[in-house]
Nanobody
Framework: QLQFVESGGGLVQPGGSLRLSCAAS????????IGWFRQAPGKEREGVSC????????YYADSVKGRFTISRDNAKNTVYLQMNSLKPEDTAVYYC???????????WGQGAQVTVSS
């Protein structure tokens, strides 16, 4: 059974940092493109970042570019999202997802809450 375990969410002050982890079980992450998404209360889910399986290319939403970094550790079967200079508008539930490319995702994690507040 394909599963993700997300961790690393929490409460942080504006300007702070968090690192989200997405650990896979039941499949090998390096065969998949991995994306991070977020959904804030009352808002639609939005794509945050993606890392491809083919060449490791990375993509970021304009709202997080320069602040967030996506990476993968194939040995640990884990993908990370390093989030720096966090803003209150980054508050959301963050989800990781796997797919054949960054254009579509088939498997989703359970979500991790990130709250940025003073």
């Amino acid at each position: 059974q394909l599963q993700f375990v997300e961790s690393g969410g929490g409460l942080v002050q504006p300007g702070g940092s968090l690192r989200l982890s997405c650990a896979a079980s039941g499949f090998t992450l390096d065969y998949y493109a991995i994306g991070w998404f977020r959904q804030a209360p009352g808002k639609e889910r939005e794509g945050v970042s993606c890392i491809s399986s083919s060449d490791g290319s990375t993509y970021y939403a304009d709202s997080v570019k320069g602040r967030f970094t996506i990476s993968r550790d194939n040995a640990k079967n884990t993908v990370y999202l390093q989030m720096n200079s966090l803003k209150p508008e980054d508050t959301a539930v963050y989800y990781c997802a796997a797919g054949s490319s960054c254009l579509g995702f088939d498997y989703w994690g359970q979500g991790a809450q990130v709250t940025v507040s003073s």
